[in-house]
């Protein structure tokens, strides 16, 4: 039997693929609660008898560290060669908190939430050390504003969008806007992804189009002018969506103005969600 040595407080035993691990007990030194949680998404992860990861209770252990939503799906059509060995995807996504002030009257959306960017992060982590613990391979890929980095790896970040995952998971879909829309929680969301070789089962019903119908809110709201109004499909380029060069324009005017580069009011403009409260 193998030994595994971890510098996290928990060791667990289970049986994989004829494969043996060794689980001692949960030592009490200083973490956090996360950490904590945490033990308790690994035991349901490799407390199993099948192949499969038990994944409604690896969701719901993983809804309680804090994400808004997350699921599963195959993302192996189309993946880069550099991520082939990883063809599946864990999307989570973490809901951002409501305007105070009337949304009509904002000038632009603090879209960059570092604090839940920090906390997708933190997440990612434990799942993904959990993960290699057992055997197989683990990608976090970071939220958005965390993808300035210097590391050889992070240079693979730009290969592979969250929207790729969520939409395969069958999370959201991309509206007109171009951003992710969650069905809960519109677009006013940060999210992660973890790629991983992990036999979890994937959503049966990934998104493959637009559902945003009629609505053109995005569209009229746009100040740049820059959202053409055309639909999403799985597969099509994100192009002929935005005019980028309208996009960066009045982002550069904002910068001058407010010393961001920064707008957001397609965000704010979304519908979706905001009959339930998020918004």
């Given amino acids: 039997m193998r ?3 971890t510098d996290v407080s928990l060791h667990l035993v289970q049986i994989f693929s004829n494969r043996e691990y060794i689980v001692s007990k949960f030592y009490k030194t200083p973490c956090d609660v996360m950490g904590r949680r ?4 690994v035991s349901k992860l490799l407390a199993v008898s ?3 990861i038990d994944s409604d209770a690896f969701k719901l252990h993983v809804k309680k560290m804090g994400a808004s939503v997350v699921d599963f799906g195959d993302v192996s059509t189309g993946l880069a060669r550099e991520f082939s060995h990883m063809p599946k995807a864990i999307s989570m996504g973490i809901k951002h908190p409501p305007i105070e002030k ?3 009257n ?3 959306y603090p879209h960059l939430y570092i604090s839940i960017d920090k906390r997708l992060q933190k997440i990612q982590k434990k ?5 290699r613990q057992s055997g197989w391979r683990a990608l976090p890929i970071p939220p958005d504003s965390h993808r300035v980095d210097t590391s050889f790896i992070s240079r693979l970040f730009p290969l592979f969008p969250h929207k790729t995952a969520a939409t395969c998971a069958g999370l959201g879909w991309v509206g007109k806007s171009g951003l992710l829309i969650s069905r809960d929680f519109g677009s006013r969301m940060s999210w992660a992804t973890i790629l991983t070789d992990a036999p979890l089962e994937v959503s049966p019903q990934p998104i493959i189009a637009s559902q945003c119908g009629e609505c053109c809110r995005c569209v009229n709201a746009c100040p740049a002018g820059a959202i053409s109004g055309k639909h999403w ?9 935005i005019d980028t060069e309208k996009c960066s324009a009045y982002l550069q005017r904002n910068n001058e103005k407010y010393g961001q580069f920064v707008c957001g009011i397609c965000i704010l403009a979304c519908p979706q969600g905001i009959s339930k409260g998020n918004h």
């Fill in 102 to 104: 009337d949304i009509n």
């Fill in 3 to 5: 030994r595994i040595k």
């Fill in 50 to 52: 099948t192949d499969l």
């Fill in 38 to 41: 945490m033990t308790k998404v």
């Fill in 106 to 108: 904002v000038d632009f």
């Fill in 127 to 131: 799942i993904s050390k959990a993960l």
């Fill in 233 to 241: 499909k799985r597969l099509e380029s994100y192009e002929s969506m």
